[in-house]
């Protein structure tokens, strides 16, 4: 499939490091930049108009021949550019990509459209920078106010208030798309598979069923900088104990619950190795089945947190920083994708534990996703890979699923 090839080959090389092999496009930074030029280039190329919102989501635009006035009831399909940090090549851009590719399948097959077709590239879904995932597509349907998007702040400090003066963009445009529910008719999004789900039942493709809910909370440990080496044991007030016991509760917690929760993200104060920490800041990531199960998931790691801390001495603040319902995405939406990929035969049905602004947007318009098949497993890493004959697939089943929602 030579126009997937030839895109999927153009933007390899954007933003990733040398050293891992994994890439580091973060919102609103260099390499960020460069693929919303990219995207604008592929959708001139085909002679979509670009729009970019007021939070920072990109649009490209295929309107019916003759169409007047705004969008509506369109079909609209993408995904994200950004990325985890050292993340895989296929998180997010295969969606944007095989996007591009099924208006190109469309077109060769010449459907005629019956209504508006978009493309999008969410802003920062992923979260890497300022630690609020999907931070565009949430402020999109509301679920996140400007006021607290603005003061949210990455590792130097820099808010998003200025990330955005510093790219061009005035942050008092932040907010609700009061349009959101006129102009989109269905969103679907294609994304790599985040698990072995497909590769264990060896099928290419599946449609999403549900999105587990899942959260972000930030433990803040507080104790007593003192040095290393001249503070007797029973003197210390050290917030690291108390913090490496609660990832070891973490991951027995979850093991009880059948769920999964991550210590994934740390930082120490005052970072020395000589130092005892005076303050440990560990971000907890938690997915579960439902909505009870995930809440007794993070009250029993939230319980044994604060017993080691009182035992210990220290402080500890626990704060939910993000919460995220169980998704269930529509029947209807879902048989129609099957129905449309019934020529491939029977499609697996799969859950999801990741998140995806397909979850957010699911609050306002239908929404229904597509995965491609994943064959190691791994996602958020430089080894996440899917093989071309899979992506291809997944890019002409998108454009079945297209054609069915646009044709004459």
């Given at each position: 499939m030579k126009s997937f090839d030839s895109m999927w080959a153009s933007i390899l090389d954007v933003g990733r490091a040398a050293a891992s092999g994994g890439y580091r496009r973060f919102a609103w930074n260099d390499a960020d930049m460069t693929l919303r030029e990219w995207f604008t280039g592929e959708a001139t190329a085909r002679g979509m108009s670009v729009e970019e919102d007021r939070n920072g989501n990109l649009w490209a635009w295929w309107l019916p021949d003759g169409w007047v006035g705004d969008p509506r009831d369109a079909f609209v399909t993408g995904s994200h550019l950004d990325s985890v940090p050292d993340g895989g090549a296929y998180d997010g851009p295969l969606g944007v990509v095989s996007a591009f590719a099924a208006i190109d399948i469309v077109r060769e097959r010449g459907i005629t459209l019956t209504r508006p077709v978009a493309v999008t590239a969410f802003s920062d879904e992923e979260g890497a920078r300022f630690g609020v995932a999907c931070v565009g597509s949430q402020l999109t349907t509301g679920a996140l106010t400007p006021e607290r998007a603005l003061k949210l702040r990455d590792a130097e400090g820099i808010s998003l208030a200025e990330a955005l003066t510093s790219s061009g963009r005035n942050p008092a445009h932040l907010g609700a798309d009061p349009t959101l529910v006129d102009r989109v008719g269905v969103y679907v999004e294609l994304h790599v598979e985040q698990g072995r789900g497909l590769d264990l039942v060896d099928q290419p493709i599946a449609v999403a069923s549900s999105i587990w809910p899942h959260g972000r909370w930030l433990f803040n440990f507080t104790g007593e900088a003192n040095h290393a080496g001249a503070t007797r044991l029973v003197d210390r007030r050290d917030p690291m104990l108390a913090f490496a016991s609660s990832v070891h509760t973490a991951r027995g917690a979850a093991a009880v619950h059948d769920a999964v929760a991550t210590f994934g993200k740390v930082r120490v104060l005052p970072n020395g190795a000589n130092a005892i920490p005076s303050e440990v800041m560990a971000w907890l990531d938690a997915r579960a089945a439902d909505e009870q199960t995930l809440s007794a998931l993070v009250e029993a790691i939230s319980a044994e947190a604060r017993t080691?801390?009182?035992?210990?001495?220290?402080?500890?603040?626990?704060?939910?920083?993000?919460?995220?319902?169980?998704?269930?995405?529509?029947?209807?939406?879902?048989?129609?994708?099957?129905?449309?990929?019934?020529?491939?035969?029977?499609?697996?049905?799969?859950?999801?534990?990741?998140?995806?602004?397909?979850?957010v947007l699911s609050a306002k318009v239908p929404t229904a996703m597509l995965f491609v098949r994943n064959p190691t497993g791994v996602s958020h890493s430089p080894v996440e890979f899917a093989e071309a004959i899979d992506c291809h697939r997944g890019a002409e089943a998108l454009a079945d699923v297209m054609a069915d929602y646009v044709a004459e």
């Open positions: 080691n801390a009182e035992r210990d001495g220290i402080g500890l603040d626990i704060v939910a920083e993000s919460i995220s319902p169980i998704v269930e995405f529509p029947d209807d939406t879902r048989r129609r994708l099957q129905t449309a990929l019934g020529h491939l035969g029977d499609i697996p049905v799969l859950p999801t534990a990741a998140g995806h602004d397909a979850g």
